[in-house]
């Protein structure tokens, strides 16, 4: 069916069907089951479907690099950009670009699993008082319950991205 089509049997505007279909707008559920019905279909089949499981739009998050939210601390030259759209999800990803001689600081743990992909440079990462030395392309995924911290002691900027679940930074 066509936009026109759908929007002249549901009573709703072709603009508003077009905003729609773009992901830039989220139906009410309203206007989803007249969509719904519309297509003769039911209305969770008219919400993005994976694996046989519905998810709504917001389910899905998109962050351009230019809307990237970028996270600091007084004092440090280390800088994170937040790659999930907040930290209220089940994991977060973040850009980390660490200059030559930088660190974490001390050991911490926190509940979950965290993962990190070396981009660039050479990052060592220490897990339970063991030190993992991870070049470009390298990665590595451990319990979080473990303290855990990272340095960039090489005379070069290491990006990375680092994944924890949950969030907790």
Known sequence: MTLAQV???SGLSVGYLSEVERSRL??????????????????SKVMFEYGGKAFAHSDIGVVR?????????PHSSIEYELLTPD???RSSLL?????????SGPSFSHTGED???VLKGTLKVEIG????????GDSIYFNSEIAHRWKND?????????LSTPPSF
Do not use: C
Request: proline fraction near 8%; glycine fraction near 4%; charged fraction near 25%.
């Open 129 to 136: 008082n063991v030190w993992y030395t991870l070049r470009t």
């Open 26 to 43: 989220t139906p009410s559920l309203s206007a989803l089951k007249k969509i719904a019905d519309v297509l003769k279909i039911p209305a």
């Open 7 to 9: 929007a002249l049997q």
């Open 87 to 89: 930290l209220k999800r």
């Open 65 to 73: 690099r230019e809307a990237r939210k970028r996270i600091s601390f």
């Open 95 to 103: 850009w980390m670009t660490a200059p030559p001689h930088t660190e």
């Open 154 to 162: 090489g005379p070069e900027t290491v990006e990375a991205i680092w």
């Open 115 to 117: 993962g990190v992909i």
